[in-house]
C-alpha cells in the first residue's frame, strides 16, 4: 500500500472542517477514502464507519491493529479518532460489566405516567432520574404513558424498595407499570454504524 500523498485539502462542510489526502496517483491505496469523496450521511465515510463499527466490538483494539482491519494506515485512523472523538461520534469508551458477578442480575421495565407533561415537569423528572442508581436507562415515550425505565437490582425485595422510596416519589409520578424480565436475550449490543 503506497503512502505518497501529493497534497493536503481543508474542506468546510456543514461547519465543519475535514481533512483530505490525495494520493499521487490518483488511485485510492487505502490511504484514506475521502480522496474519491465517499462521504455520506452525518459527515462519515467508510472508513470512519469500518472504525467505529471494529470500536463498538473491541474497544481496547490498539490503533495498530485498528488500521490493519479497517485498511488504513496508523496516522489516518489516529486523526480520524481524534476528530471523530472531538465531534462527538465517541463519546467515551467504557467497560462491559457481568451484571450477575454483580449481584443486579433482576431486570425490571417500568411504565410511569407523569401528572404533568410540560417542558418543566419532565425536566425534573429527568434530573431526578439520573439520581438513581438502579435507573439503568429512562426513555421519553411517545404512547399511552410517558417513560420506560430499564430499571436493575439484586432481586426484588431490592426492585420493591427501590420502587417504592425511589420511583414512586420522582417528580409528577401518577402510576407505574411494572414488567419483570425473565431473560435477556440480547443486551448491550454494539451500534451498527452502518
Known sequence: ????????????????????????????????????DERVSGGLDSFDRAILDELARDGRVSVTDLARRVGLSKSPVQARLKRLESTGVIRGYR????????????????????TDTREAALEAFNAAVAAVPEIEEAHLIAGSFDYLLKVRTPDMRAYRAVLAERISTLPHVANTSTYVAMQAVKESGPVDAG
Open 95 to 114: 467497560a462491559i460489566l457481568d451484571p450477575i458477578r454483580l449481584n443486579r442480575e433482576h431486570v425490571a421495565f417500568v411504565e410511569v405516567k407523569l
Open 1 to 36: 500500500m503506497g503512502h505518497l500523498l501529493s497534497f493536503h485539502i481543508v474542506y468546510h462542510h456543514d461547519g465543519r472542517r475535514f481533512s483530505r489526502y490525495a494520493p499521487i496517483s490518483g488511485r485510492n491505496d487505502g490511504v484514506c477514502s475521502l480522496a474519491q
